[in-house]
Each structure stands twice: as C-alpha cells, then as structure tokens.
C-alpha cells in the first residue's frame, strides 16, 4: 500500500479535518501523561487534541507518509507536540521503550491482516513496560464503495482483538463509543489496554 501516493492523490476519505469524536469525548483524555506516541498520526488532528489537553506531556505523531507529516505539521503548531516520519515496524533506538502511552486510532485497521501481529508487537516494543494502549479501532469500514478485500481500511472484529492482544496486552476497558463521525455511528470500538510486565 502506497500511503504517500494517497496523500499525494488527495484520497484521504479517513481524514475527516477533526479529532476524532471518541477521543474528543473520553473522560479519560485528561489521564494521559509523559510520553504519547499517535502511530499512523496522518494529518494529525489526534495528536494535536492530546496535545491541546496534556500540555504536560510530549506528544509523537508518528507517519510513514512525509506528505501527511508535512500536512500535519502545517496544520498545527503546539510546543509539545512534534512529527517524525517513522515505519513503526522498523526497530528505532530513539523510540522504542520511550512512550507511557499510545493512542491508535484507524492505523491497526489499515494494517494488512497478515502483518497485525506484527503491530501489535510494534506497539508493545514502542512502550515503556506497563504502558498504555487507548484504541479507536474501526469494526466494520463496509459500505457500498468499500468491500472486504477492496484496500484499507479492512476491518476488525472483537474476537480477533482479542485473540492477537491477549498475552502481551491485559484489556482494562472496552466500549462501543456513543459519538462518532457522520457514518461512523456503532461501528467503532474504544478499548483501554496495558502492556503487561
Ligand atoms: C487510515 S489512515 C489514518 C490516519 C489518521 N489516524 C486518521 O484517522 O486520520 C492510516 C495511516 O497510517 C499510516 N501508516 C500506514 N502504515 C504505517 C506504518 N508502517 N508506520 C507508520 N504509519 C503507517 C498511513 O500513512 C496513514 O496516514
């Protein structure tokens, strides 16, 4: 998957040009301190809304896009937050260990299915042990101009959540969030993990 080129092509349909609603309206926003890595960040509107309300802490968007990274750092300017072009698959001496939470949302639905282990044990090397995972993760993208196997995003359910979370992530909370974008109403999942020691 060419992500640069779907920047480039403006075929951004996951950019809706606002934090997501969950994360907007999760009591717990407020909770999350130190470290706060945003992996698949695009255009960064999530990590600049964490940054906004934690301004003690140092937030990372992190992309594999530099056109997203350019977007996201014309789009917002914050003292603590910061945008590094980053594979989060590529082990990374400045990154891994470093981070007391990460916040994902539509970056493990874009992943193809086959590396998804792989995600997660990306996430669980870019954590400090006993770090946090808050997630929004998009159940069902299908519609009339997406089917399964037509691209990402590709959709996950619960049962395999938690069948690839469970051994390295203990799941703290887990709730169908009540706002969404447009569209999006009951197709998500907000789940609260912590990687376990
Ligand atoms: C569906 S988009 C979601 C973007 C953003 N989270 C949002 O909701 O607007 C998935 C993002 O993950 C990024 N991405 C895909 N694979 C990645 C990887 N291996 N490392 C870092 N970012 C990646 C893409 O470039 C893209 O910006």
Redesign the pocket.
């Known amino acids: 998957?060419d992500?640069?080129r779907?920047?480039k092509d403006k075929e951004?349909p996951?950019?809706?040009g606002a934090p997501?609603p969950p994360l907007v309206h999760w009591d717990g926003g407020g909770e999350m301190r130190g470290e706060i890595l945003?992996?698949?960040?695009?255009?960064g509107?999530?990590a600049a809304e964490i940054a906004g309300r934690n301004p003690g802490s140092r937030i990372t968007g992190?992309?594999?896009?530099p056109l997203?990274l350019e977007g996201a750092t014309r789009r917002h300017s914050l003292p603590n937050l910061e945008f590094v072009l980053?594979?989060?698959?590529r082990p990374d001496p400045e990154l891994d260990g470093r981070f007391d939470w990460v916040f994902?949302?539509?970056?493990f639905?874009?992943?193809d299915p086959d590396r998804r282990d792989d995600y997660v044990g990306a996430v669980a090397r870019l954590l400090k042990l006993g770090g946090n995972l808050v997630a929004i993760f998009y159940l069902n993208p299908y519609g009339d101009g997406h089917q399964p196997g037509g691209g990402?995003?590709h959709g996950t359910d619960e049962g395999e959540l938690d069948r690839r979370f469970s051994g390295k992530f203990e799941l703290l909370e887990s709730w169908v969030p009540d706002v969404a974008y447009p569209g999006r109403e009951g197709l998500e999942l907000m789940r609260f993990y912590r990687l376990m020691v």
Do not use: L
């Open positions: 998957m992500w640069n779907c920047y951004t996951w950019d809706k997501a945003v992996p698949g960040c695009g255009y509107f999530d992190a992309d594999i896009s997203a980053k594979d989060i698959f994902e949302h539509t970056c639905c874009a992943i990402p995003p």
